[in-house]
């Protein structure tokens, strides 16, 4: 079945980096995008950004832009995010999903199981 | 950039049928998926496209849109449906939003 497996949470200083990864099964992983969602404590979501392991693209939320970078490793199947210049207000579970669309809509489907991410010092 | 508007809570008698609304500029020109999340789970999707449910989503839940405002549907509302609920939608200048979120209670 299709799935998308996240590393394990992370526990950082502020000022520091974290990078997660999220791996994909059942499917050909060139073939879809990846997109990164987070979501702070009682809070909604919110999205990070895209990648397309096919050529590299990626479109990042402006609020991210500079602080954010998504890679892709197609030899594993594998889809990272670095996230850089950590706060406390970064501290969320990081989620990972599969990018399905055609000419009228976008959806993500499955998600990753979510990374924990916190800032403290 | 664009917001999707959510109500913050809605509440529904067990076996009644209960609406979430989703206001947003770019439904207008895209239709929005829905996602449904229970406490320290992933979310789950529900409902994309026009009125699309993905393999092994009950028919209770539903979708439409009319305008600017998208709706999900639930049909005969049971225990298992209280969760969060959240709508996504791009727009034509590739923004990616989240609805502000709705928790759904079954009374």
Known sequence: QVQLVQSGAEVKKPGASVKVS??????????????WVRQAPGQGLEWVGWISPYNGNTNYAQKFQ?????????????SYMELRSLTSDDTAVYFCARDLMN????????????TLVTVSS | SSELTQDPAVSVALGQTVRITCQGD?????YASWYQQKPGQAPVLVIYGKDNRPSGIPDRFSASTSGNTASLTITGAQAADEADYYCYSRDSSDNHVFGTGTKVTVL
């Open chain 1, 22 to 35: 999220c791996q994909a099964s059942g499917y050909t992983f060139s073939s879809y995008g990846i997109n």
């Open chain 1, 66 to 78: 500079g602080r954010v970078t998504l890679t892709t490793d197609t030899s594993t199947s594998t």
């Open chain 1, 103 to 114: 000419a009228m809509a976008s959806w993500f489907d499955p998600w990753g199981q979510g």
């Open chain 2, 26 to 30: 770019s439904l207008r020109s895209y």
